[in-house]
């Protein structure tokens, strides 16, 4: 037993709870400590979100310093544990979720001329069946020659570009650009 060799008590006693494990049938101190956990998660990554996918890319750095300011602000009833537990992991995921929406954006970019084909009913109840694009808004007020002569056009020339320059290319085009929608 030299050196804590054996001792299954590591095992048993933690220093804090962890916030997923809370079920919704455990006590009203526990749930009140998810609560205010998961709002100062929100009130965390609402002041360090993109405003849109082509924004610019999140430094850890940069959100590392953000996410302090609201850490320290004292506008949460946690104390400084919870208080840097909750940034830590809010840090992590706020870096992964903006690159998966970058990289969501860039695939939609990359593949906006792909189309599918889907079944509609008009009010007679005649089925009809059309091809559309999957990546464009339905109600996009262009005629349908337009649209697919500029989506083929995008097509081509984002072949192999990299997502700087697909955002330049995109922010260049007509000055319309993308927006978060």
């Known amino acids: 037993m030299a050196y804590g060799k054996g001792q299954k008590a590591k095992d048993t006693h933690r220093r804090s709870v962890e916030i997923g494990r809370i079920k919704a049938d455990s006590s009203p101190e526990s749930l009140r400590l998810k609560s205010l956990v998961l709002g100062l998660a929100e009130a965390m990554s609402a002041s360090v979100w993109p405003s849109s996918p082509l924004a610019t890319r999140l430094d850890k750095k940069e959100v590392d310093a953000a996410l302090l300011t609201v850490q320290t602000s004292g506008i949460s009833l946690l104390n400084s544990i919870w208080r ?98």
């Open 84 to 181: 840097e537990k909750t940034r830590m992991f809010v840090k992590d995921a706020l870096i992964e979720q903006s690159k998966r929406l970058r990289r969501c954006a860039y695939g939609k970019v990359l593949n906006a001329a792909s189309t599918m084909r889907i079944v509609e009913k008009d009010p007679d109840g005649i089925k009809t069946e059309k091809t559309i694009y999957s990546n464009v808004p339905r109600d996009i007020p262009i005629e349908p020659k337009a649209l697919d002569e500029a989506l083929l056009e995008l097509a081509k020339r984002s072949a192999k570009a990299p997502f700087e320059d697909m955002v330049r290319m995109v922010d260049q085009a007509d000055g319309q650009g993308l927006t978060a929608d």
